[in-house]
């Protein structure tokens, strides 16, 4: 990897808790045992779609985690965070096992980001890379300017994430809560899934500040303790 490359791969860092193992695969075992293959020779570049709140995010990001662990190389780059930056930010990443990017919907109306992909999916492929990106919706329904952009990610191997209803948050709060050997009451686990955003990159983040605060404080996971931590 050049040292261009390597600046860059420092400027998009991904949370290294969002693993497989904490991801609750409800229906979307097919996704994940795909994901598992990377980067391997038999494994394909891919295209995950799903509404918001399905773990697209979460998996870019176990993806990420699973290849550094591997001894590879991987980028997270969310374009909700990066589209108002230069294009160029994508060059250079074809040097990696590994470029995961997120948020594919924002790149609707933005001609030199789409056109930066196109050409960072191109040089991806020639140097034997793999490329996994996520959206809301398939690759026609992106509004994507550059047809040849559209017809790469057509090209991609794709998934559809089913969408996550309350008993599968529950059940991904609960594992949250369990990885950590905390005790989150009943009412406190309600409170979390009526007042948080519920997806689970959230959850995620959430019951790591609770986690942080209750080893601080010595406190139980109450609704005021909760109210209190996550207000601050």
């Given at each position: 990897?050049?040292?261009?490359?390597?600046q860059?791969?420092?400027?998009?860092?991904?949370?290294?808790a969002?693993?497989?193992a904490?991801?609750v695969?409800?229906?979307?075992?097919?996704?994940?045992?795909?994901?598992?293959?990377?980067p391997?020779?038999?494994?394909?570049s891919?295209?995950?779609a799903?509404?918001?709140?399905?773990?697209?995010?979460?998996?870019?990001?176990?993806?990420c985690?699973q290849?550094?662990?591997?001894?590879?190389?991987?980028?997270?780059?969310?374009?909700?965070?990066?589209?108002?930056?230069?294009?160029?930010?994508?060059?250079?990443?074809?040097?990696?096992?590994?470029?995961?990017?997120?948020?594919?919907?924002?790149?609707?109306?933005?001609?030199?980001?789409?056109e930066?992909l196109?050409?960072?999916?191109?040089?991806?492929?020639?140097?034997?890379?793999?490329?996994?990106?996520?959206?809301?919706?398939?690759?026609?329904?992106?509004?994507?300017?550059?047809?040849?952009?559209?017809?790469?990610?057509?090209?991609?191997?794709?998934?559809?994430?089913?969408?996550?209803?309350?008993?599968?948050?529950?059940?991904?709060?609960?594992?949250?809560?369990?990885?950590?050997?905390l005790?989150?009451?009943?009412?406190?686990?309600?409170?979390?899934?009526?007042?948080?955003?519920?997806?689970?990159?959230?959850?995620?983040?959430?019951?790591?500040?609770?986690?942080?605060?209750?080893?601080?404080?010595?406190?139980?996971?109450?609704?005021?303790?909760?109210?209190q931590?996550?207000?601050?």
């Amino acid at each position: 990897m050049t040292e261009h490359s390597e600046q860059l791969a420092l400027n998009f860092r991904w949370n290294h808790a969002a693993d497989f193992a904490g991801f609750v695969a409800d229906d979307n075992e097919q996704v994940i045992a795909a994901l598992r293959t990377l980067p391997a020779a038999q494994s394909e570049s891919m295209y995950l779609a799903g509404p918001a709140g399905s773990g697209k995010s979460h998996l870019l990001q176990a993806a990420c985690s699973q290849v550094s662990a591997n001894g590879g190389t991987a980028v997270y780059i969310p374009l909700a965070q990066h589209i108002h930056g230069a294009a160029e930010q994508l060059d250079g990443l074809e040097a990696l096992t590994l470029v995961a990017i997120d948020d594919l919907n924002e790149l609707a109306g933005n001609a030199r980001w789409q056109e930066s992909l196109f050409y960072c999916y191109n040089r991806i492929r020639d140097r034997g890379g793999r490329l996994l990106v996520a959206a809301r919706s398939a690759p026609p329904a992106l509004g994507l300017d550059l047809d040849d952009l559209t017809s790469r990610l057509q090209a991609l191997l794709r998934w559809r994430l089913s969408p996550p209803d309350d008993a599968r948050r529950r059940k991904i709060l609960a594992h949250l809560v369990a990885r950590r050997g905390l005790d989150l009451p009943d009412r406190s686990a309600n409170y979390l899934l009526r007042y948080q955003a519920r997806d689970s990159t959230n959850l995620l983040s959430v019951v790591e500040r609770l986690d942080q605060a209750s080893l601080q404080t010595g406190r139980r996971l109450t609704v005021p303790f909760i109210k209190q931590v996550l207000s601050d």
